[in-house]
């Protein structure tokens, strides 16, 4: 099992480029996450989605769009980038909420830079 | 809104000796989980250990234990024998029923040879 896995690895953007940041578990995992990390700040939730066919808005969802593909994938898209958008993102998933202790499980990241 | 504090955002130790790293939390829910994550150099998120809320016996992993206060809502990690390699960034987390996880802001933890 490959786990969770993110493409890219990094990325350079210009102020105003679009990207989309993908993601895909093997775990048949029913929720996904997606989170930016800044020094100091720790993990901060962007959206997630409960199930397949669901998305929702976590503390810091302006200026990123969502799309859940399937159970497997759950995208990340960049519209239009911002300085204040360079961070690294991470993607998670777990198992649907019933079973709590369970924990997420990562993907390794992706820095990304907005010049 | 839930909130989770680590209140040390450096710690250091011996290589060989005991570190505790402090976790506290906000919540009224009473069925909820704790987890600490460790976050090495690498940036891989890898989870140390769980705490169920209603276990008021203390999770234990090797070297890795906590320190679960229930009342007082704190969730503490302590690390025994550091090594070099528990060097890294750890991050307390807090689940309640749902799908959301709550993360606090990151505890970096040195460990001197």
């Known amino acids: 099992n490959a786990g969770v896995t993110q493409t890219p690895k990094f990325q350079v953007l210009k102020t105003g480029q679009s990207m989309t940041l993908q993601c895909a578990q093997d775990?048949?995992?029913?929720?996904m996450y997606w989170y930016r990390q800044d020094p100091g700040m720790g993990l901060r939730l962007i959206y997630y989605?409960?199930?397949?066919?669901?998305?929702d808005k976590g503390e810091v969802p302006n200026g990123y769009n969502v799309s859940r593909l399937n159970k497997r994938e759950f995208s990340l898209r960049l519209e239009s980038a911002a300085p204040s958008q360079t961070s690294v993102y991470f993607c998670?998933?777990?198992?649907?909420?019933?079973?709590?202790?369970?924990?997420?499980?990562f993907g390794p990241g992706t820095r990304l830079t907005v010049l | 809104a839930q909130t989770v504090t680590q209140s040390q955002p450096e710690m250091s130790v011996q290589e060989a000796e005991t570190v505790t790293l402090s976790c506290t939390y906000d919540?009224?829910?009473?069925?909820?989980?704790l987890f600490w994550y460790k976050q090495p150099p690498s940036r891989q998120m890898i989870l140390v250990i769980r705490?169920?809320?209603?276990?008021?016996q203390n999770a234990t992993e090797n070297r890795f234990s906590v320190n679960f206060q229930k009342a007082a809502k704190s969730f503490s990690l302590k690390i025994s024998d550091s090594q070099l390699g528990d060097a890294a960034m750890y991050f307390c987390?807090?689940?309640?029923?749902?799908?959301?996880?709550?993360f606090g802001t990151g505890t970096s933890l040195t460990v001197i040879p």
């Open positions: 919540t009224s829910e009473s069925d909820y989980y």
């Open positions: 987390a807090y689940r309640r029923t749902g799908n959301q996880f709550y």
């Open positions: 998670a998933s777990s198992e649907l909420g019933g079973k709590v202790r369970d924990e997420q499980f």
């Open positions: 989605s409960a199930s397949e066919g669901t998305t």
């Open positions: 775990m048949n995992h029913n929720s």
């Open positions: 705490q169920e809320a209603y276990k008021q």
